[in-house]
Each structure stands twice: as structure tokens, then as C-alpha cells.
């Protein structure tokens, strides 16, 4: 490609809402355009990149066993209906109706499809085990989309559904996804950690992210360089410490004025905040067989825990969670600042299981400027779930070997989870086993974002001067630059003849003919980044050669010109060489 025919316009300057650096490389270089919050024009370098992505998405799932599909993006509402995520799943969902009053979903995922797929073609277990997959466009009205391509509204998702006879097969079939993500991730260049995380909005039984590590991430992963444990903040579980055993002492109401946190009752009782039981307010969105209800939801952790929302959705399987307002609080009879469940009979106690374990802690009188001595769980009160409601933090105890646990933001890039049969039991996916019963068939699903893993690609491989693509998912191998001559039409010339040579042994190339100063063409060939820039110009020419230098590394040399096309052969292949290297099996964790 002729950079004087690119349909493509690099810019000085960024956005100024573009605040991260691969968000404004891409940008100032053309690979993206925003249309709108959270939507983009995949610009035509972007898209040679796209499809790169893509086709190593096909190759390492056809490799596991994959066949592709395409199914619809607008999803008659029926049956997620059917499955009842119509009613668990709020705005972000994109609903409207056809021109005869249907209720009609713009796909934010597709196991409905799938599902409705496997109930009308699947009969007998000889039909399974099957793995298909699709490289599809995917909405979801996000309310904060950000970082470019990392958090959009539209987005093109591989994703890949498994169907299985038994448990096993599903966690074969899982375990090969496992290794699968890693490869394509290292193909693209993409340094990962896989992490245990929460099912969320898909179900099932159990699901990894695979996460990039980055200050941009909105997720915070709890690792411990110890022994290698890693989750997602909002599955993770630690190490609790066990509190030293007391008698129950007489409950006794004390007045504390003024005293509405647990760090001003810590300091006026001289108590560490472990002593103290902290009350957290939600009011959860709960669904029964009959219609939707709120539900006012008191969280009780100790003083010294932080209360972790997704765990407390899960407990009680809340549709939505937000934080109580202060009337809702009272109209269960508790006092906002001064609130215990003790004599409590309205709302929902839910406590974190440490509190059992805690004896005599201080809580609240739900009474203005009053809190109570000694309460103890079961004796003052008793909840209606007890189960592990706090959030890991750094420093926290690695649940599997004790030692202090890290905190680091990162970006889900991927995800995998083993659904079973949460779809395959509201959307009839049967199969007649050996023995002639029928059997729900057991599913997995397994997503992974394309143009997320291209802005994180772009957030990884850039400098001070622009991006700095992986071989494997450069939009075009060479950068071949040529600086005209005032005297002379030879470096034209020859640039013309390599590009023809270049093009003769396969290699892509974009070939910057512009008439524009060197400056100019060097700055644009950094900031597109692409793997190998060959300059050819007077000085390097009248020695006979044409200048090499790596988008990677500061060094250039000179190359015989009639060496040029075997030099940048040998030049590919090392970088092919060493993403080749990085595919590894990775332990299973």
C-alpha cells in the first residue's frame, strides 16, 4: 500500500479526553475514529490488524476443535425470557420491537442463541461432544465507556460455546480453552495472568479472566508472588485471622455522641476497630416467581473488613445493588450512623462469617448517640444468611499459603466459564444418553473482546514516540520510507523497484511515496510502529546499501541494497522467532 492512496490522516495532537497513551497513538496515527461515546470506526490499518487478530483466533480454536458459525446480532426477547436474564439484566441491555410490537434484543452475548440452536439440532449423545464459535458484533449500552477500544458500547467478541454429555467433558473442554487463551494472547504479543472470577451475569458454575496488567484496569486482581494464587478482588477470598476466644459478656448500652464511624467509635471507647461490628446498607433488586421487588439489606462485617458488594449479590442473588438511601434505612427501624441488627425485624441480616467467630463486638443501639457493648451473633440476634462477605486487600493472608497478598489493577481481556446446565435447563437442551433418558446438555462459554485486545496491545508496545507493533498483528510488516533527491530521481527510483521485490516475496509493505519532508515521514513511521523501516535515500544509496532499523530498537544499519529483500526476510523470521517462543503450556490454576 501507496501511503499517498491510505485512506488515513495522522494528527500532532490527541484528544484531549484520550488519556492513555496507546488510547492517543492509536488515534494520532488513523487506526481509530470516534463516532460516538463508546463507538469506533475501525480505520483501514486498524482493520489489517483486526483481521490478524481474528484469523489467530481461528486458527488456535479450530486447533482445539472449533467450527465456525455465524449467529444474528438482533436476538428475538423470547428467549431471554426464557432464561430470565430479559428481567435480571437492566439498561445496558439494548431492548426494542420490530414493526409488529416483538421484543427484540441487540445480542450483548449469545448463549440464548446457542441455547435455542442446541434444543432444535442436538438429539443424542452421539452428537457430543462440539465446540463452535463465532467472531461476531456485540452491543452493550455501557454508561461509561472509556480508555478508546478498552471499555465501547460496540464491540466484535469471539466467542465460543462447548457442549458436553458430563462434567468432565466440560472441564476438558475448559482446560483446552485455558491453554488456547494463553496462545492467543502471546501470538498478539499480550502478557496475561489468568485469575479466578466471578460468574456475574453469565452463571454457571465457575469462570478465570484473563487479565492485563495495567494502572488503567478497573479491576483490582489479588496475587501472591508467594505460591502464585490469583483472583479477582470481587471472588477473592484470604486468609481471616482468628480472633482469641471469650466468654459472652452482658450486652450494655453506652453513650457515644457524635460518633457515626467505626474510626470516631474505635478512638472514644479506645477499642481497635476489630472489636467493632460495622453495618453496611444496600437496597438489592430481587426477583421471585411472581415479579420484581427491593429488598432494604443490612451487611454486617467487622469493623476492621471492607464489605464486598459482588459477593454480597451473590449470597442473596440480587439483580441490582445499590447503596440505601437514608429513609429506606429507617423504614426498617434501624438508625443510619448508630444501626445494629439487633431487635431488628424488618430487612435482610446478612453477616460475614468471621462475626461468629467474634465475640463481644460493639454495635450499634439503633438509637441516636448510643451503641451497645458485647453484642454477640446468635445470642442478640440472628441473620438470615451467614456466609464470606469481605474484600481481600493488600497485605491480606494468601488463603493458600498464608503469606502476604499484592493488589494490581488490571483489564480483562478474556473470559471462560463453566456454565453447566443454567441454560440448558431453562431452554430445554436435551440429549437421549446411552440408555435412552434424556440429559441436559453441559455447556461452557468463553469470550474474548477483539478490540479490547488491541487497545491493551497498543497500551503494552509504544514509546515516547508512538506504538510499536508485534510482528504478528502489524497492519503491514515494512515501513519502506523513500527521501527524494534534489539532484537525482535514483532514490526513487530504487524504492519503487524494492517495493515491487518486496511485494514479489510476499511481505507486506506500506510505502511511504508522500512528497513530504524526512522529518514528517519518520515521525509518521514511528508513530504507526511497524516492525521493520527501511529508508532509502542518496547518502545510504551512493555506498551501495538502503538503511535498516527496527521499530524496537534505537540502532540502524546499512544493508546492500542487493541484500535488502533476503536481510528483511531474516529480519521477520527472528521477530516471528521469538513470539514463537513465548507459547508455552501454562499451569492450570
Avoid at 152 to 160: G, I, N
Avoid at 400 to 424: H, K, M, W
Avoid at 539 to 546: D, F, I, P, R, S
Avoid at 557 to 581: F, I, Y
Wanted: charged share 25%; glycine share 6%.
Amino acid at each position: 500500500m501507496r501511503m499517498s492512496q491510505l485512506f488515513n490522516q495522522t494528527l500532532r495532537e490527541a484528544p484531549a479526553d484520550a488519556q492513555t497513551p496507546g488510547v492517543q497513538f492509536l488515534i494520532r496515527a488513523g487506526f481509530i475514529r470516534q463516532m460516538a461515546a463508546g463507538i469506533y470506526t475501525i480505520m483501514p490499518l486498524a482493520k489489517r490488524t483486526v483481521t490478524k487478530i481474528e484469523n489467530i483466533l481461528r486458527q488456535e480454536m479450530n486447533r482445539i476443535g472449533g467450527q465456525e458459525l455465524s449467529m444474528p446480532v438482533t436476538l428475538p426477547a423470547d428467549i431471554w425470557k426464557e432464561t430470565g436474564r430479559w428481567y435480571q439484566i437492566g439498561a445496558e441491555m439494548a431492548r426494542f420491537k420490530d414493526r409488529n410490537q416483538r421484543d427484540m434484543v441487540l445480542a450483548m452475548t449469545h448463549e440464548e442463541a446457542v441455547g435455542d440452536l442446541v434444543r432444535r439440532d442436538i438429539r443424542s449423545y452421539k452428537q457430543l461432544p462440539r465446540l463452535i464459535y463465532h467472531i461476531q458484533t456485540k452491543f452493550r449500552d455501557d454508561p461509561r465507556p472509556r480508555a478508546g477500544l478498552i471499555r465501547v458500547r460496540e464491540f466484535t467478541m469471539k466467542d465460543s460455546y462447548s457442549l458436553d454429555t458430563n462434567w468432565e467433558g466440560l472441564e476438558k473442554q475448559y482446560r483446552a480453552h485455558y491453554q488456547a487463551y494463553f496462545n492467543i494472547f502471546r501470538r498478539c504479543g499480550l502478557e496475561v495472568i489468568a485469575v479466578k472470577s466471578d460468574t456475574g451475569m453469565m452463571g454457571g458454575k465457575l469462570a478465570h479472566e484473563f487479565m492485563f496488567l495495567n494502572p488503567i484496569g478497573e479491576d483490582t486482581l489479588m496475587l501472591c508472588p508467594a505460591c502464585g494464587f490469583s483472583a479477582n478482588r470481587q471472588v477473592s477470598i484470604f486468609g481471616k485471622p482468628v480472633p482469641v476466644a471469650e466468654a459472652p459478656l452482658s450486652i450494655e448500652k453506652v453513650a457515644t455522641p457524635a460518633t457515626k464511624t467505626i474510626e470516631d467509635l474505635s478512638k472514644l471507647l479506645n477499642i481497635p476497630q476489630s472489636k467493632t461490628a460495622k453495618a453496611v446498607f444496600m437496597t438489592a433488586t430481587l426477583q421471585n416467581e411472581e415479579k420484581e421487588y427491593d429488598q432494604v439489606i443490612m451487611a454486617i462485617v467487622r469493623g476492621d473488613m471492607e464489605l464486598n458488594e459482588t459477593k454480597l449479590t451473590n449470597a442473596i442473588h440480587a439483580k441490582e445493588l445499590r447503596p440505601a438511601t437514608e429513609e429506606e434505612i429507617l423504614s426498617i427501624g434501624a438508625v443510619p450512623g448508630y444501626a445494629s441488627p439487633v431487635g431488628l425485624t424488618k430487612g435482610l441480616v446478612v453477616v460475614d462469617d468471621l462475626i461468629p467467630q467474634s465475640p463481644n463486638l460493639v454495635a450499634g443501639a439503633n438509637e441516636t448517640g448510643f451503641h451497645l457493648l458485647n453484642v454477640n451473633y446468635g445470642r442478640d440476634y440472628t441473620p438470615s444468611v451467614v456466609c464470606d462477605l469481605t474484600a481481600a486487600r493488600e497485605g491480606d493472608a494468601c488463603p493458600d499459603c498464608g503469606q502476604p497478598l499484592s493488589a494490581e489493577r488490571g483489564v480483562e481481556v478474556g473470559n471462560i466459564f463453566q456454565l453447566g446446565t443454567r441454560y440448558s435447563d431453562s431452554l430445554g437442551c436435551t440429549f437421549q444418553d446411552e440408555n435412552g433418558e434424556l440429559k441436559p446438555v453441559i455447556m461452557g462459554s468463553y469470550g474474548i473482546g477483539v478490540g479490547r485486545l488491541l487497545g491493551c496491545v497498543a497500551e503494552q508496545h509504544n514509546d515516547q514516540y508512538g506504538l510499536i507493533w508485534p510482528l504478528s498483528i502489524a497492519p503491514y510488516q515494512v515501513h519502506l520510507v523513500v527521501l527524494p533527491s534534489k539532484t537525482s530521481d535514483e532514490p526513487e527510483r530504487v524504492a519503487e523497484q524494492l517495493y515491487q521485490d518486496l511485494q514479489r516475496a510476499r511481505i507486506e509493505v506500506l510505502f511511504d511515496d508522500r512528497r513530504e519532508s524526512p522529518g514528517v515521514k519518520f515521525n509518521d513511521a514511528d508513530l504507526l510502529g511497524l516492525p521493520l523501516r527501511i529508508t532509502v535515500a542518496e547518502k545510504a544509496l551512493n555506498q551501495g546499501a538502503v538503511e535498516f532499523k527496527l521499530r524496537h530498537e534505537k540502532d540502524r544499519s546499512n544493508v546492500p541494497l542487493e541484500d535488502a529483500v533476503t536481510k528483511t526476510m531474516e529480519a521477520l523470521l527472528l521477530l516471528d522467532r521469538d513470539l514463537a517462543q513465548k507459547i508455552v503450556e501454562e499451569p492450570y490454576k
